[in-house]
């Protein structure tokens, strides 16, 4: 329960230096989004999937670079494939997500994306 | 009540009516400078004609004329046309948040007895009505919060937070005008604080969204940018 996470499969540096370079658009985004959730009829997806809240640009933004952000890249490799499923099966990044307050969602979720392609964790198709 | 009991409630009566209100007004607009530029530099000037359809600025051509914007089609696409019941009680509670501190009497009447400056206010009734207007909407997006699922899907307790805070001044302030506890005192001091809180808050927390919000409308291009912006991320 006090012990150290185990970040055993993933090269946490890494992980850091990625997110470093974005790291004022991902905080200034993490801190303006207002959790507002005026993007979510943005995503054709949410409206496709009978509106359900896991398909919310803001969800899938806050879910993904902001768990990164909280553990300031110490994540697992089921932090990451939970990650994988928000990042690639339920964004295309198509950019039709707008933001009131102007959070670049697409480009969050573009991090995302690097962050676990970086550690081997994307979606295999040809086995899924 | 003691001696020193009664110099501490002395003293945070007059530090929070006093210097903290400096001190709230100088965090405020030093922080909400500092967080102008840290969102400008993220961005970069781009030239109007580089900027094409698609992500960039688009409104639809209306079918029956190539030459006419369908605007009609654009506000219905947009937050308002897609949200207009959110997109009312969002613009009123944030106009009215903005308006009232500024031209409710009470205010006014201190402005003029420290420094003279004489400011056209809104009369009592009307004040009064405004801020049950807010508290009203204050109380939606409580509801949102606690009993809408998308909304519900990402509240943290620092969204509970950051509602109380902004509607806490109205609250005690309407508290305080009405003398509905015998402590007008103790009201009167939380409804500075709040006041003051919040104004701190407003460059360093999700607060910060009242300035992001006008700079990126009028500055970064996108579908639903107002005005001509001419930089982009």
Redesign the interface.
Known sequence: MFGKKSTAGVNTKEVKAILDEKK??MK?SL????????C??SCFLFMGRN?D??Y?P??KF?NSVGVLYKKKGNVDLLDLGEMRDLVWERCVLC?RC?C???V?IP?MIALARRVCRSQGVYPQYERD | MDFSNTFFWTFAYDFIRGPMVWIAFIVFFGGTIF?IF??L??TKEQTISKLTPG?GRFIPKRADNENKKDWVMWLKLS?AG??PF?TIV?SVFHVLLIIMPIFVLGHNILLDNSFGLSIISLSEGVSDFLTIIVIVCAGIFLYRRLF?????????WS?YLFLFLAAAPFVTGFLAYHQVFENYRLIISLHILSGELMLMAVP???F??MI??V???FT?V???SLGRGNRT?
């Open positions: 004022t658009k200034l801190k303006a989004c207002a959790h507002c959730t005026l979510a009829e509106k809240p896991k919310m803001s969800y806050l950019t707008y009131p307050v102007g670049d480009e | 967080q840290s969102l530099s993220l992500p937050i897609v949200n959110m969002s809408v699922d998308r909304v519900k899907a990402i509240t943290t969204d360093f927390t999700k910060v969204h992001y919000l700079i990126f409308r970064i996108s579908e639903y991320w």
